[in-house]
Nanobody, 122 residues
């Protein structure tokens, strides 16, 4: 079992930056691949980024590539999502999720956090 808690969301202006954190507790955190998803009002939850268990591989949605960076610190049981050049269309609840494989789809996740709201004003 892995418990995930997101933090770092807030209200920012377009062009600003935010860093989200996903703190994990439970056993074997370092054996899971950690994903970030987001869900905007009225839309389906969508994949944002994933980092493999060691931190050696990362993948991004095209919509955030070049602006967002995912990283992890297994000693701190924490995954980060650095978000730069934010746009109003990045407004959403951001969730972290753990999986055993690199699957990039919501129903492939084993554990979810409760999310943190990011609002980007124009």
């Amino acid at each position: 079992q892995v418990q995930l808690v997101e933090s770092g969301g807030g209200l920012v202006q377009a062009g600003d930056s935010l860093r989200l954190s996903c703190a994990a507790s439970g056993r074997s955190f370092s054996s899971y691949h950690i994903n970030w998803f987001r869900q905007a009002p009225g839309k389906e939850r969508e994949f944002v980024a994933v980092i493999n268990w060691s931190g050696g591989s990362t993948y991004y949605a095209d919509s955030v590539k070049g602006r967002f960076t995912i990283s992890r610190d297994n000693a701190k049981n924490t995954v980060y999502l650095q978000m730069n050049s934010l746009k109003p269309e990045d407004t959403a609840v951001y969730y972290c999720a753990a999986a055993r494989g690199i699957v990039k789809i919501a129903n492939g996740m084993l554990y979810w956090g409760k999310g943190t709201l990011v609002t980007v004003s124009s």
